[in-house]
C-alpha cells in the first residue's frame, strides 16, 4: 500500500519560508519521477514543482525562482523549499508520483501566509 506523509506545513507572515517533507513509502521511490501540489480554497489541485528520477526540475510560473524542489531517494523523502511566500501561496499541499496517481493522495500539509 501506498503511504505519503506530508509535513512542515504551518502559518508564516508574507516573505517568510517554510520547507515541506514528503515520505514516501510502498512505491519503488528512485525509479519515479515526484510532484507536489496544492489546493487553494475555492480552487483545483495544481501541481507546483516536479523532479524526475534523474533530478530534473520543473516548477509552474507563480513559484519560479521562490521555490525549489529536491529528493533524497536514500531515505523516499521528497522537499519543497519555499522561499518569499505570498498570500496566494495559501492552500494544502500534497507530494504525489508524476504525475499524479488518484489513488497516492495523503492528508497533506497546510500552509497559510498572512498579508
Known amino acids: 500500500q501506498v503511504h505519503m506523509v506530508e509535513s512542515g506545513g504551518g502559518l508564516v507572515q508574507a516573505g517568510g519560508s517554510l520547507r515541506l517533507s514528503c515520505a514516501a513509502s510502498?512505491?519503488?521511490?528512485?525509479?519515479?519521477?515526484m510532484g507536489w501540489y496544492r489546493q487553494a480554497p475555492g480552487k483545483q489541485r495544481e501541481l507546483v514543482a516536479s523532479?524526475?528520477?534523474?533530478?530534473?526540475?520543473n516548477y509552474a510560473d507563480s513559484v519560479k525562482g521562490r521555490f525549489t524542489i529536491s529528493r533524497d531517494n536514500a531515505n523516499n523523502t521528497v522537499y519543497l523549499e519555499m522561499n518569499s511566500l505570498k498570500p496566494e501561496d495559501t492552500g494544502v499541499y500534497y507530494c504525489n508520483v508524476y504525475p499524479m496517481s488518484r489513488s497516492y493522495w495523503g492528508q497533506g500539509t497546510q500552509v497559510t501566509v498572512s498579508s
Open positions: 510502498g512505491i519503488t521511490f528512485r525509479f519515479n519521477d
Open positions: 523532479i524526475t528520477r534523474r533530478y530534473s526540475m
